[in-house]
């Protein structure tokens, strides 16, 4: 059974504002694989819901004039994975979403409700801070931008304040212009399971494929939420594309990270998979951008 108190169902975004306003104590719900096992579990028992699952205007992947990706909130990752224009510009999203859960969740959860929740194993998360996404949220007092760096305030914590939704992820054009991302999500079984630790790579060659101009690289589960290793990537800066980098890679992430023990891994495990993953996550994207080792 699931104990809630009332559903509000928003029919446009301006709607799910008002709603907010008039109950500001509600909980927004999008697909609902996190709230509604809350809910079943009780601990929001009693609560009211606000459904914005029928806003359709916040379930699509387009482009915007100043060439940025506006990804939907209410995208989920089944269709993160099909979108014609992620499968051109970055991919890399799109095979992130698809290592998340089963295909049921894949059909309902959505890739907003992956970064609303401050989750750090959240496997779109870390691929959004790979490519400095900025996030659109609007509230009573209208829309405001904000860096997904600024976004995550701690576990379970993020900077929306009451009456506020996210209603889109943009990715800036100079962030995936020329630009190829991997990711890698280590799990403890290959099966349904949260990451241990996820990795998100890309970079930028030069036009001879011969040196990485940029180098990008974000964790999940390496720290309370998902990171950005920019010592890493600034060793990468200007670096030959070859061994010597994936050497560089391997070793310098571990200056960036701050992973924990828990049940699933130990801190010195996840260290280990923290330089591997890195160190396959480069090879790949420098591969993918057309580099030859
Ligand atoms: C069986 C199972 C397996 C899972 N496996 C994985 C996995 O492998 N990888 C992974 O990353 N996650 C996994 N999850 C977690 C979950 O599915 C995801 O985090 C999902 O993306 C949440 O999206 P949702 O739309 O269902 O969120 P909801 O449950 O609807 O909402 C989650 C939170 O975000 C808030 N929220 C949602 N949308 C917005 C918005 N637009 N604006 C403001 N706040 C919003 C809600 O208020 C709530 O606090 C799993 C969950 C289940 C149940």
Excluded at 74 to 81: G, L, V, Y
Aim: charged share 20%.
């Amino acid at each position: 059974m699931y104990d809630f108190s009332a559903l509000y169902e928003a029919t446009s975004v301006s709607h799910a504002v008002q709603l907010m306003q008039e109950h500001p104590d509600a909980v927004l719900i999008a697909g609902g694989s996190d709230v509604l096992i809350k809910l079943r579990e009780g601990k929001l028992a009693g609560a009211e819901l606000i459904s914005i699952y029928k806003l359709d205007e916040l379930r699509e992947v387009t482009i915007d004039p100043d060439g940025a990706l506006r990804i939907g909130p209410m995208t989920s990752f089944s269709h993160a994975t099909k979108s014609p224009v992620l499968q051109q510009y970055m991919p890399v999203l799109g095979e992130a979403a698809d290592t998340a859960g089963g295909p049921q969740l894949r059909n309902v959860g959505t890739v907003g409700g992956n970064i609303c929740n401050g989750v750090t194993s959240a496997d779109t998360a870390s691929t959004e801070v790979a490519y400095d996404a900025v996030l659109e949220i609007t509230g009573a007092n209208g829309v405001r931008k904000l860096s997904i760096h600024d976004f995550y305030k701690g576990p379970g914590k993020v900077a929306l304040e009451k009456g506020e939704l996210l209603t889109a992820i943009l990715i800036p054009k100079e962030s995936y212009e020329n630009c190829y991302g991997y990711y890698i999500k280590y799990a403890m079984r290959n099966a349904m399971d949260i990451a241990t630790i996820g990795c998100s790579v890309n970079v930028v060659l030069s036009a001879d494929k011969q040196t990485i101009q940029r180098a990008r690289i974000a964790y999940g589960v390496a720290g309370p939420v998902p990171m950005r290793a920019r010592t890493a990537e600034a060793a990468l800066a200007g670096q030959p594309v070859g061994e010597g980098a994936i050497e560089i890679v391997g070793r310098e992430v571990l200056n960036d990270v701050n992973p924990r023990t828990s049940w699933r891994a130990s801190a010195d495990f996840r260290k280990q998979i923290i330089s591997e993953t890195a160190r396959r996550g480069l090879r790949a994207a420098i591969e993918r951008a057309g580099g030859v080792f």
